[in-house]
């Protein structure tokens, strides 16, 4: 008898990265795709239903982290193996990642045969991210560090971004900071390109993230 094909689960908000993902694994025997989400909501709800072998998933999400999505994922029993995609070398998330329990750390631009291999190897049970990670308190203690995208913020769009992360319009925020809401448009903007980021739900993440992890006051 043949093998079973590995059960595999794809979540990414990008539908074209998302569909090239599910396109390389169903051409491919011996995998199955058995779901996918565009957010850490759907992945969440969804994922648990599908046992699937392996969770392909990307580190940032429109509603949500992607290393606390690996958390969530690991809590249930039998828990997936974990592999976190990313578009770019973070290696405070890498270490957010391996503390959470992923099996592996890729960046997106991995070749589709190395993909297949550790998509193989992580569901075999083999864990592919390098476990100095979390035995070095140096570079732990360096993970943790102030972010320094927050650092390059102004006090000011510190506070409009803190509160963003608890779903206020820019009106609320206007009225709460004492504000014209043309200022506080502009703070909005300039934040999001202090950051990278191009959605006000990105900002939300962010936000929510680092103060999760003690790396921003969330007082205002």
Same mark, same amino acid.
């Given at each position: 008898?043949?093998?079973?094909?590995?059960?595999?689960?794809?979540?990414?908000?990008?539908?074209?990265?998302?569909?090239?993902?599910?396109?390389?694994?169903?051409?491919?025997?011996?995998?199955?795709?058995?779901?996918?989400?565009?957010s850490a909501r759907q992945a969440l709800a969804r994922i648990p239903a599908t046992a699937a072998d392996v969770v392909l998933l990307d580190v940032r999400l429109p509603d949500g982290n992607g290393v606390e999505?690996?958390?969530?994922?690991?809590?249930?029993?039998? #828990?997936?193996?974990? *592999?976190?995609?990313?578009?770019?070398?973070?290696?405070?998330?890498? $270490?957010?990642? @391996?503390? /959470? !329990?992923? #099996?592996?750390?890729? *960046?997106?631009?991995?070749?589709?045969?190395?993909?297949?291999?550790? $998509?193989?190897? @992580?569901? /075999? !049970?083999?864990?592919?991210?390098?476990?100095?990670?979390?035995?070095?308190?140096?570079?732990?203690?360096?993970?943790?560090?102030?972010?320094? !995208?927050?650092?390059?913020?102004?006090?000011?769009?510190?506070?409009?971004?803190?509160?963003?992360?608890?779903?206020?319009?820019?009106?609320?925020?206007?009225?709460?900071?004492?504000?014209?809401?043309?200022?506080?448009?502009?703070?909005?903007?300039?934040?999001?390109?202090?950051?990278?980021?191009?959605?006000?739900?990105?900002?939300?993440?962010?936000?929510?993230?680092?103060?999760?992890?003690?790396?921003?006051?969330?007082?205002?």
């Open positions: 008898m043949p093998p079973a094909p590995i059960r595999v689960f794809v979540v990414d908000d990008h539908e074209i990265v998302r569909r090239g993902l599910v396109d390389l694994l169903e051409t491919e025997r011996g995998f199955t795709v058995v779901g996918e989400a565009a999505v690996c958390r969530e994922l690991l809590n249930d029993q039998p #828990a997936p193996a974990v *592999l976190m995609l990313t578009s770019y070398s973070d290696r405070r998330a890498e $270490i957010d990642a @391996v503390v /959470a !329990g992923a #099996a592996g750390y890729f *960046l997106k631009d991995i070749h589709g045969e190395a993909l297949l291999t550790a $998509i193989r190897r @992580v569901a /075999a !049970g083999e864990v592919l991210v390098d476990p100095s990670l979390v035995n070095d308190p140096q570079r732990l203690n360096w993970a943790h560090r102030p972010d320094p !995208g927050w650092l390059a913020l102004t006090p000011q769009e510190q506070r409009v971004l803190s509160h963003i992360g608890e779903g206020c319009t820019n009106r609320q925020i206007a009225r709460q900071m004492s504000l014209s809401e043309r200022t506080v448009a502009h703070y909005v903007s300039s934040l999001l390109a202090k950051l990278g980021l191009e959605r006000r739900a990105q900002a939300a993440s962010y936000i929510t993230h680092l103060q999760d992890q003690g790396q921003a006051s969330s007082e205002q």
